[in-house]
């Protein structure tokens, strides 16, 4: 048995804990090794310092001081509101919450408005040029018609209201509105006549009050081409106050313009498009215009959609129909049943209701 | 050994789950029983008293802290010692990095600081000379330990100054029996080398 084994199983025997075996071993080797006789004292004697050093007394203020920042540490507990709020730390989920939602609202809400700008510009840049307005006067002597039944309907309220000077007024004010002053004047009166028949608002404002009906009445009155004497009698009168309406120009032209901008105009822009053929979303062309509109009005009732509005024109016709846009293959394939279809990669599924237009053009 | 420590019933079992409740009073009664055995671990350890002052406050607070985690598979007093040795250690570590220590090596060993004098309790009545010769002797044998390296220190701090077994040492130190009697031994060794240069003979 080496001294250096002994002397590491000494530490242990000291203490009393070695083992039966190792104890009488080591004592053994005690008996004729010096070395590790000396070893064993010197380690006595430095477990012996150790031992002398005592046991040192806590001062009072310890145990208040440990007191005292416990009990600071277990205020700040009770708030789960003050916790959410409270800076630092690694969470800020309120913070985290609310910027996520922002970001999601601003992305909803520019997605929202997208298609709306896109239309009011193709508005704008269609505007610049007025020939596209004149066209619409040979394609549609019909609506044309209806503004006559319309106007002679509405002859007996007018004279009541001739010398009520605010009304005329504003009618004046209506009249500046129109973009492209007189160079087409029964093409803006059946345009006009057209958007009225089209924006439900302005529908309701016919049938309901006649007092407000009469004013863009007589305002039409001027805008065609005047034949009959009463009307020559009219105008006159309702340009009289030659400074109120200059200055009503000024203004009007003002909004005229911000109206372009919005949505007034785009309506119009949208609808010479539709008429040109651009703007329908779907384009069918079919052998025979009444059968296909009966077909599609009969396609559309199976979908559970809605035909809103129908526009007839010499050789085409226009629908407004709204649908569930998931039955959107469904409704592309029964119209394909009836005609050609260009158009439909326009179209994708998306949950809800959905408007398209379709154009039927006879072959 | 260890085994007996597990079955044992936790003596503070029941004021600990006191403190799981956010009972501070209860909380209270641990800091007054364990405050001076956790403050002369850590002044051993330390040779400092103010240094084991603020090591003792923030154990107490981090155990408040972490009370609810405390899984009783352990003693409530060994996890409570285990984190003050731990943060002894760390404030060793951090001394050594900001380089405070430097005379307390071997070469210079009773350079102590004479208040610790005064907080030494005198326990008996004995001579004056024999006194200021048991003073002395406690300040050599501290600057000692000051002098071993963190692993020997807290053997000999926690096995040869406070008495806990080497199962409790396993526990605390989260190290093998066996490493813990070897470790001892080696401590041992260094101790006897550095008294016996301090103090010329050991006799």
């Known amino acids: 048995m080496e001294c250096h084994d002994i002397q590491e199983k000494i530490s242990a025997y000291i203490e009393g804990l070695a083992s039966h075996e190792e104890k009488s071993m080591i004592e053994e080797h005690l008996k004729s090794c010096q070395e590790c006789k000396t070893f064993l004292a010197d380690l006595k004697k430095t477990v012996s310092y150790v031992k002398t050093l005592e046991d040192i007394e806590p001062t009072a203020w310890l145990s208040q001081k440990i007191m005292t920042r416990v009990r600071e540490e277990a205020v ?47 508005a704008v840049d269609e505007m610049t040029t007025p020939q596209v307005l004149l066209k619409d006067k040979d394609l549609s002597p019909k609506s044309t018609k209806i503004e006559e039944d319309v106007l002679s309907g509405s002859e007996t309220p007018q004279p009541i209201l001739k010398d009520k000077v605010p009304v005329r007024d504003q009618g004046l004010k209506k009249r500046a509105l129109r973009p492209k002053g007189k160079i087409a004047p029964s093409v803006t009166g059946e345009e006009r006549q057209r958007l009225f028949l089209e924006g439900k608002e302005e529908v309701m404002t016919y049938e309901k009050s006649k007092s407000v009906l009469s004013e863009p009445m007589e305002q039409l009155y001027h805008e065609k081409e005047s034949e009959t004497p009463d009307r020559y009698e009219e105008v006159p009168k309702t340009q009289a106050p030659v400074e109120k309406q200059e200055a009503l120009k000024v ?49 559309v009732e199976h979908l559970k959609g809605k035909i809103i509005k129908t526009e007839i024109f010499e050789d085409r016709q226009v629908l407004i129909v709204t649908y569930d846009s998931t039955k959107t293959k469904e409704l592309l394939e029964q119209l394909r049943l009836i005609g050609e279809i260009e158009g439909e990669a326009v179209l994708e599924e998306r949950e809800g209701s959905k408007e398209i237009s379709i154009e039927i053009l006879e072959k | 050994m260890k085994e007996r420590g597990k079955k044992a019933i936790d003596e ?33 350890m330390l040779g400092d008293y103010d240094d ?26 060994t996890w409570l010692y285990t984190i003050v040795v731990n943060l002894s250690k760390n404030r060793l570590k951090q001394l050594k990095i900001q380089g405070h220590r430097e005379e307390l090596i071997l070469d210079n060993p009773v350079s102590t600081d004479r208040q610790q004098l005064k907080r ?17 002797t406690q300040e050599v044998v501290q600057s000692c330990i000051n002098s071993l390296d963190y692993e020997f220190r807290e053997v000999i701090v926690l096995r040869d100054i406070q008495g806990f077994s080497y199962g409790e ?8 029996e066996g490493t813990v009697k070897s470790r001892l031994f080696r401590a041992r060794e260094v101790l006897k080398k550095c008294l016996k240069k301090v103090l010329g003979d050991l006799y």
């Open chain 2, 12 to 44: 503070d079992t029941e004021i600990v789950s006191l403190c799981k409740k956010g009972n501070i009073d209860a909380f209270e009664v641990l800091v007054s029983k364990y405050q001076k055995k956790m403050l002369n671990i850590a002044y051993r």
């Open chain 2, 52 to 77: 084991a002052c603020e090591i003792v406050q923030d154990a107490f607070v981090s155990v408040f802290k972490s009370m609810k985690h405390f899984r009783e598979e352990a003693k409530f007093s």
């Open chain 2, 120 to 136: 030494e309790p005198v326990s008996g009545e004995p001579s004056v000379l024999e006194n200021i010769e048991k003073i002395e």
């Open chain 1, 76 to 122: 700040p507990k009770e708030g789960f509101i003050h916790k959410l709020f409270y800076p630092l730390h690694i969470k800020l989920p309120v913070q985290a919450i609310a910027t996520i939602l922002i970001a999601m609202s601003a992305f909803y809400i520019f997605k929202t408005i997208q298609p709306e700008t896109r239309s009011s510009k193709v």
């Open chain 1, 251 to 299: 203004f009007s032209d003002v909004t005229a313009k911000d109206d372009s901008k919005v949505g007034g105009i785009s309506l119009e822009a949208r609808k010479v498009e539709r008429e040109k053929g651009k703007y329908a979303d779907i384009t069918l062309t079919v052998v025979s215009l009444e059968n296909a509109q009966k077909d599609i009005e009969s396609i």
């Open chain 2, 169 to 176: 040492l396993s526990d605390m130190l989260k190290i093998k």
